[in-house]
């Protein structure tokens, strides 16, 4: 069974400040896509990647696709308060049947 | 349309009533997923459809939830004999590769 892990689960920081959140898999993916998700909607596609090594840099955002794309770390520098969410990774395998999700890491930027 | 929409946005339901939610994929994206998001936790996959048919049922948490899709657009999800473990929010998404999945903002139903 595919598993994706998040850590933290939970991150209080204060605006300004740096942060990373970890995606971490036994498996490797053909791709993974980084989602927000705020409260009352759906989760919004950030970033995907699909290259080992791969880094793709979305504003203040920066996105890493591990080597062996197993695994994956989103940093944020200078964190605002509109940076509040749950952030969700996915991994796709080979075909496009099944999408898996972390369980998510909810992230509070306090003013 | 210009994004996924699903109906209705809340459903309050009594234990043991069937409930039918809709999604309303983006024109022309032939993927379409079903999850379930209970309150502070990821998403649970249910089912994926590649143009009408499900090849991947995988998800569907007992015999009580079903799904389909015509047209190769809309998708019902059919939950019945609902139960209290049934209430959470359920996010629909379609996309034109998996790589990239669009989501409605979901129908949140509880069963009381």
């Known amino acids: 069974t595919q598993l994706l892990e998040q850590s933290p689960q939970f991150l209080s920081i204060q605006e300004g400040e740096n942060l990373t959140v970890y995606c971490n898999s036994s498996?490797?993916?053909?791709?993974l896509q980084w989602y927000r998700q705020e409260p009352g909607e759906g989760p919004v596609l950030l970033v995907t990647?699909?290259?080992?090594?791969e880094v793709k840099k979305l504003k203040r955002l920066t996105f890493q696709f591990g080597d062996a794309r197993k695994d994956s770390s989103l940093h944020i520098t200078a964190a605002q308060t509109g940076d509040t969410g749950l952030y969700l990774c996915?991994?796709?395998?080979?075909?496009?049947?099944?999408?898996?999700f972390g369980s998510g890491t909810r992230l509070s930027i306090r003013p | 349309g210009a994004g996924v929409s699903q109906s209705p946005s809340n459903k309050v339901t009594e234990k043991g009533k069937d409930v039918e939610l809709r999604c309303d994929p983006i024109?022309?994206?032939?993927?379409l997923y079903w999850y379930r998001q209970r309150l502070g936790q990821g998403l649970e996959f249910l089912i994926y459809f590649q143009g009408n048919s499900a090849p991947d049922k995988s998800g569907l948490p007992s015999d009580r939830f079903s799904a389909e899709r015509t047209g190769e657009s809309v998708s019902t999800l059919t939950i019945q004999r609902t139960q209290q473990e049934d209430s959470a929010v359920y996010l629909c998404?379609?996309?034109?590769?998996?790589?990239?999945?669009?989501f409605g903002a979901g129908t949140r139903l509880s069963v009381l």
């Open positions: 998404a379609s996309s034109l590769v998996a790589r990239a999945q669009y």
């Open positions: 996915a991994g796709a395998g080979s075909s496009a049947s099944k999408i898996i």
């Open positions: 990647v699909v290259t080992g090594g």
């Open positions: 498996s490797v993916f053909s791709s």
């Open positions: 024109s022309g994206h032939t993927a």
